[in-house]
C-alpha cells in the first residue's frame, strides 16, 4: 500500500470533471424534469381532490332532491287519495240524493195517477149511476120521484166518501 | 503482489493504471447519466429515467435522513455523483482484471515502466492494469480528500462560528482531540472502501489460483462483493452527508 500524491490529485481532478460534467448535461435536466413531474403530480393530486369534494357536493344535493321528489310524491299520493275519497262521498251523496228524488218522484206519479183513476173512476160511477138512475128513474121515479131522488144522492155520496 | 504500471513523467510518477480505471469508471457513469437523460418526459417516463429518478430519490433520501432537507438540496448532485461514482468503480474489478508479466524491462509510451526497472534475469514482475480504481488507496484518498476540503470549506462559509467553536468544546484543552476527530474522518473513508473493495479483489485473485473447484466460490464471492460494492458506495455518500450536516448546520441545544 503505497500512496501516490500524483494518484490522489488525478481522482479529484477527475471526480471534479465527472461533477461538472454530470451537472452540466445530466443533473440539470434530470432534477427539472423530476420538479416538473412532482409539479404534476402534485396538481392531479391536487384535481382528484377538487373533483372528488364536488362530488360529495353533488351526492349531497342528489340526495336533497330525492329526499324532495320523495316527499313530493307522497304528498301528491295523499292528495289524490283524499280527493278520491272526497269524490267517492259525493258520488255516494249524489247517487243518494238521486235516488230520494226518483222515490219522491215516483211517489208523486202514484198519488197523481190515483188522483186522477179516482177522478176518472167517480166520472164513470158517476155516468154509471146516472144510466142506472135514468134506467130506474123511467122505471121508478114517476111513482115515488121524492124517494128515488133521495136514494141517488145517498148512494153518490156513498161512492164519493169511499174513493 | 501485483505492481502498479507506475512510469516516470517530467517528474512525476504516473500510475497508468489509475488513470485508465478513473477515466473508464467517469466515463461509464457519464454515458449512463446522459442516456438516462437523454429522452426525458414529463408525462411518459421511460425505463432508464425511472432509474435515475429513483437513484435520485435515493440520494434525497440519504441527504434527508442527514439533514434538512431544504439545506441538503445542493448537495443532491454530489451525492448522486459520489454514489454513482463509487459503485461503478467498485463493480469495474469484478469481471475481469488484466494483468500482464513482465520479465525484463519494459516500457510504454517510450517511458520505463518504474516496477520492471530493476528487473533482472529470472526476475518477474505482474502489472496490474484492469481492477477497481478504488481499490487503490491513493484513489480512495483522493475522493475522501474532496469531501474533507468540502466539508471545512461548507463549514467555515456556512456556519462559521459554530464551526470554530466546535474546536474549543468542550474545553479548550480538547484542542488537539477535536483536530484529531476531524483528520480521522477523511482517513477513516478512504480505508474503509480501500480495504473493503481490495480485500475482495484479492480474494478473487486467490479464488482463480483454485481454477474449476473454485467456481461456486467465485459465484457466491462476485455475488457478495456487488453487495459490498454498492453497501460501500452508500456508506461513503451518507458518511458525507452526515459530515456535511455536522459541519454545516447548527442545531439549537447541541454542543457543538
Redesign the interface.
Known amino acids: 500500500m503505497t500512496i501516490l500524491w500524483e494518484n490522489i490529485l488525478i481522482t479529484i481532478l477527475a471526480f471534479g470533471v465527472l461533477y461538472w460534467l454530470l451537472n452540466k448535461f445530466a443533473f440539470g435536466k434530470l432534477f427539472a424534469v423530476m420538479e416538473k413531474r412532482r409539479e404534476l403530480v402534485q396538481n392531479q393530486l391536487e384535481e382528484a381532490k377538487q373533483t372528488r369534494e364536488q362530488a360529495t357536493v353533488y351526492v349531497e344535493e342528489q340526495k336533497e332532491a330525492l329526499k324532495q321528489a320523495r316527499q313530493d310524491a307522497f304528498e301528491i299520493i295523499e292528495l289524490a287519495k283524499s280527493n278520491s275519497s272526497k269524490q267517492a262521498h259525493d258520488l255516494l251523496d249524489q247517487a243518494k240524493q238521486d235516488a230520494t228524488r226518483l222515490k219522491e218522484e215516483a211517489v208523486r206519479d202514484i198519488e197523481s195517477e190515483r188522483t186522477k183513476a179516482v177522478e176518472a173512476l167517480r166520472g164513470e160511477i158517476g155516468a154509471f149511476s146516472v144510466n142506472i138512475a135514468s134506467k130506474l128513474i123511467e122505471r121508478e121515479v114517476e111513482s115515488n120521484p121524492a124517494e128515488q131522488e133521495k136514494l141517488i144522492g145517498q148512494y153518490l155520496k156513498e161512492v164519493g166518501s169511499r174513493s | 503482489m501485483h505492481d502498479a504500471p507506475?512510469i516516470k513523467l517530467g517528474g512525476?510518477?504516473?500510475?497508468l493504471s489509475?488513470?485508465l480505471m478513473?477515466?473508464v469508471s467517469?466515463a461509464i457513469?457519464?454515458l449512463l447519466?446522459?442516456i438516462?437523460?437523454r429522452r426525458?418526459?414529463?408525462?411518459n417516463?421511460g425505463k432508464l429515467?425511472n432509474f435515475?429518478?429513483w437513484v435520485?430519490e435515493f440520494v434525497q433520501g440519504i441527504i434527508g435522513s442527514t439533514m434538512d432537507m431544504k439545506k441538503g438540496k445542493p448537495y443532491?448532485?454530489?451525492g448522486?455523483?459520489l454514489i454513482l461514482?463509487i459503485l461503478v468503480s467498485n463493480l469495474l474489478g469484478l469481471p475481469m482484471g488484466i494483468i500482464t508479466e513482465a520479465h525484463q524491462p519494459e516500457t510504454i509510451f517510450g517511458h520505463i515502466i518504474e516496477a520492471t526497472r530493476t528487473l533482472g534475469h529470472g526476475d518477474h514482475a505482474e502489472i496490474l492494469w484492469w481492477k477497481s480504481?478504488t481499490a487503490?488507496?491513493?484513489?480512495t484518498?483522493?475522493?475522501a480528500?474532496?469531501v474533507f476540503i468540502l466539508m471545512n470549506f461548507l463549514g467555515l462559509k456556512n456556519n462559521r462560528k459554530h464551526y470554530l467553536k466546535h474546536y474549543v468544546e468542550p474545553f479548550p484543552i480538547l484542542l488537539p482531540l477535536n483536530i484529531i476527530e476531524n483528520l480521522a474522518k477523511p482517513i477513516a473513508l478512504a480505508i474503509r472502501l480501500y480495504a473493503n473493495i481490495f480485500a475482495g479483489e484479492v480474494l478473487i485473485t486467490v479464488i482463480l489460483k483454485l481454477g474449476f473447484a473454485g467456481i461456486p466460490f467465485m459465484a457466491a464471492w462476485q455475488g457478495f462483493s456487488i453487495f459490498v460494492g454498492a453497501l460501500q458506495a452508500y456508506i461513503f455518500t451518507i458518511l458525507t452527508m452526515v459530515y456535511i450536516g455536522q459541519m454545516t448546520i447548527h442545531e439549537e441545544g447541541e454542543s457543538h
Open positions: 507506475i512525476f510518477n504516473l500510475d489509475a488513470v478513473l477515466f467517469g457513469v457519464f447519466c446522459v438516462a437523460t426525458l418526459s414529463v408525462e417516463p429515467q435515475m429518478e435520485v443532491v448532485s454530489l448522486l455523483t461514482f480504481p487503490d488507496v491513493s484513489v484518498a483522493g475522493l480528500l474532496v
